[in-house]
């Protein structure tokens, strides 16, 4: 039995009050790996533009991205 499964027959034998104070916590949970996704794009565009590389603002179009990758588009 999975874990997910034996986590579904836990809260099949719970009251519906108890239901509400687990639904906050797994929200809670979602929350954090939301957070935790900012924060590191955060820091991506930090580095970014912490970098001092003149070429760092040099664009390509997508199709000459795309040859040079060997995609035909």
Do not use: W
Not at 5 to 26: A, G, S
Request: charged share 35%.
């Amino acid at each position: 039995m999975s874990n997910r499964e034996r986590i579904m027959q836990i809260v099949d034998r719970l009251p519906e009050y108890k239901l509400t104070q687990i639904l906050v916590f797994l929200q809670g949970i979602q929350f954090d790996d939301d957070l935790e996704d900012d924060l590191f794009c955060e820091k991506l565009y930090q580095r970014y533009l912490e970098d001092d590389d003149p070429e760092k603002h040099n664009t390509i179009s997508l199709e000459d991205l795309a040859a040079r990758e060997g995609i035909a588009l």
